[in-house]
């Protein structure tokens, strides 16, 4: 089953694939694009555009950035979240601290959410 999304949004997910921060192309360009499974950067779902999107997975990831702690950005996360996980997407965050910090770890734990989810698929 593919996932809704807003046609309207397509041009805008294509000008942040070519402004992706520093942490995103790193996550990019150092794990996701290589993985064996297929991931997709900037994908449209219902009327929002996710960094990174595994459809084998029902897997979301996000990339946050200070933006996303205040509590206006922490609100809109949720929200987001929640209807992802309407159409049985689940989301997992990492900052970009955590990214330039613990490289890593952070694919680990993409790793190992990216096998559970598949094997409940």
Known sequence: MSLPY????IPRAKEL????????????YDF????????QRQ????????DFYCHAARLVIEVDGS???????????KERSAIFA???VKVIRFSNMEIEKNFQEVCNAI????KKRMQEM
């Open 6 to 9: 807003q046609g309207k949004l």
């Open 17 to 28: 694939r070519k402004e992706a921060t520093k942490q995103e192309n790193r996550l990019w």
């Open 32 to 39: 996701l694009r290589g993985y064996p499974v297929r991931f």
């Open 43 to 50: 994908k449209t779902i219902d009327s929002f555009i996710a």
């Open 67 to 77: 933006q996303h702690y205040d509590e206006q950005g922490l609100a809109y996360d």
């Open 86 to 88: 309407e159409y049985g």
């Open 111 to 114: 790793e190992r959410e990216t």
